[in-house]
């Protein structure tokens, strides 16, 4: 059985940092392409980056790019978010997901593992 286990959300100030992580267990972790997606109140869930199996391919929504870097370490089985310079309109629950393949997808169809979500709140 897949798990996918976030952590390190929490609220910051409006241009400060946080470094998300997300631990997978349950499937052979350097197979599969990883992304991170996000869901503010009220809004779809959206698509914000994503890293294929070895990491060397890294794919990003226009909104964060520059700001926030998604790396993997397969050998610890844990995918990272960087998020940097974060505004208020970060403001949003961050899924973790595990793509059904190796490569770099950005609909969520294309992922059939979830983790549960950490809540990630910036102050203006």
């Known amino acids: 059985q897949v798990q996918l286990v976030e952590s390190g959300g929490g609220l910051v100030q409006a241009g400060n940092s946080l470094r998300l992580s997300c631990a997978a267990s349950?499937?052979?972790?350097?197979?599969?392409?990883m992304g991170w997606f996000r869901q503010a109140p009220g809004k779809e869930r959206e698509f914000v980056a994503g890293?294929?199996?070895?990491?060397?391919?890294?794919y990003y929504t226009d909104s964060v790019k520059g700001r926030f870097t998604i790396s993997r370490d397969n050998a610890k089985y844990t995918v990272y978010l960087q998020m940097n310079s974060l505004k208020p309109e970060d403001t949003a629950v961050y899924y973790c997901?595990?793509?059904?393949?190796?490569?770099?997808?950005?609909?969520?169809?294309?992922?059939?593992?979830w983790g549960q979500g950490t809540q990630v709140a910036v102050s203006s």
């Open positions: 997901a595990m793509a059904r393949s190796s490569g770099l997808y950005t609909r969520p169809a294309e992922y059939n593992y």
């Open positions: 890293i294929n199996w070895d990491g060397r391919r890294t």
């Open positions: 349950g499937r052979t972790f350097s197979t599969y392409a």
